[in-house]
């Protein structure tokens, strides 16, 4: 049986305005980290960056995810940006043609 830490992802504040998001975002993970990122989610404010760099792999789900979170910052009016997208990500975003609308930091 894999081990379940290994197919998991974690949302975590680094500081005030930087969060960094690890593991898999996969249709299976998705549900819990959307879950448990909703406090931290409703607390972010000001101009927001959340670091992929530590995301292992992505999926159609995980794209969803970041696009829910985009309609969190619209609705409590922070700004949010994502930093280091995994290549995985960008490919999907560009074939369902939401690149454009993922703010993404180039750091």
Not at 53 to 75: F, M, N, P, Y
């Amino acid at each position: 049986m894999p081990d379940e830490k290994t197919k998991s992802a974690t949302l975590e504040q680094l500081d005030a305005q930087q969060f960094s998001l690890s593991g898999e975002l996969t249709m299976q993970t998705v549900p819990a980290v959307a879950r448990n990122s909703q406090a931290l989610i409703n607390t972010m404010h000001g101009d927001v960056k959340i670091n992929l760099a530590r995301v292992k792999r992505a999926d159609s789900a995980g794209l969803a995810l970041l696009i829910d979170w985009l309609r969190t910052a619209q609705q409590k009016k922070f700004k949010l940006e994502f930093e280091h997208l995994p290549e995985q990500l960008m490919q999907i975003a560009k074939l369902s043609e939401l690149h454009e609308l993922l703010p993404i930091h180039d750091s």
